[in-house]
């Protein structure tokens, strides 16, 4: 039986998964097309509403209120993409859970859903992460690796999974940047 806790942070999470946290390569400037008056890229980026009225002198030209708004997403962004925010809570609270070994698949895919990626073998990241407390790690043969971004590509919970479709170990990945 689930923990209330554990129920909570599964929602939390599915019900922020698909939301885009941001890149690190991303240009986090505000970018206005006049012609729509809107943001062009309203999913990362603040939106800029433009707000045509007349002036109080209405034999003189129309004036223009620029208003710099905070787009919705940015509010989303914060709970995807804080340290410690919901979604990362979530994911610490099912990474701690889930990846006890002998874990199965279908648990984790029960509180977590499908995974963002599935390695055949370790990304350079990944390998180190594995080395940094083992020099002389090997993977496993025929195992593979769940992976669960949390933000972007570059922090990660990963769960590696035997061909039994079993959890051998898990933890986190981060990238540091």
């Known amino acids: 039986m689930l923990s209330k806790n554990l129920a909570l942070a599964s929602s939390n999470y599915l019900r922020l998964k698909g939301q885009l946290a941001h890149s690190h390569n991303q240009d986090r400037r505000p970018s206005f097309d006049a012609r729509l008056g809107h943001s062009q890229n309203q999913d990362r980026r603040p939106s800029i509403n433009v707000h045509l009225g007349q002036s109080q002198n209405q034999d003189r030209r129309p004036s223009i209120n620029v208003h710099l708004g905070q787009s919705q ?23 701690e859970h889930l990846g006890k070994a002998g874990t199965t698949t279908d648990e984790i895919e029960y509180l ?21 407390n083992n020099e002389n790690y090997k993977y496993p043969q025929d195992a593979k690796i769940w992976i ?3 933000r972007s590509n570059h922090d990660y919970v990963y769960f590696l ?9 898990s933890s986190w990945c981060y990238g540091f940047k």
């Open 73 to 95: 997403n940015q509010d989303r962004r914060l709970s995807v993409d804080s340290h410690y925010n919901e979604r990362h809570q979530a994911m610490i609270e099912l990474q």
């Open 112 to 132: 977590m859903g499908s995974p963002t990626r599935i390695l055949d073998e370790p990304d350079e990241a990944l390998l180190r992460e594995f080395k940094r």
């Open 148 to 150: 669960y971004e949390w």
């Open 161 to 169: 999974i035997s061909k039994d479709k079993k959890v051998i170990q």
